[in-house]
């Protein structure tokens, strides 16, 4: 029971973490998209 719980906060730790790259990443690319449509 208790490795069950363990691998389930682990789940939602790397889950968590995903979300947060995906929407840094996504916020990166959306400024550099304004950056390139001012700059051409």
């Known amino acids: ?4 719980i363990r691998h389930r906060v682990v789940q ?3 889950d968590t973490l995903c979300l947060i790259f995906y929407i ?5 690319s959306k400024m550099n998209l ?6 051409s």
């Open 1 to 4: 029971m208790y490795k069950y």
């Open 12 to 14: 939602n730790i790397s």
């Open 24 to 28: 840094v990443k996504g916020s990166e």
């Open 34 to 39: 304004k950056l390139y449509i001012n700059y």
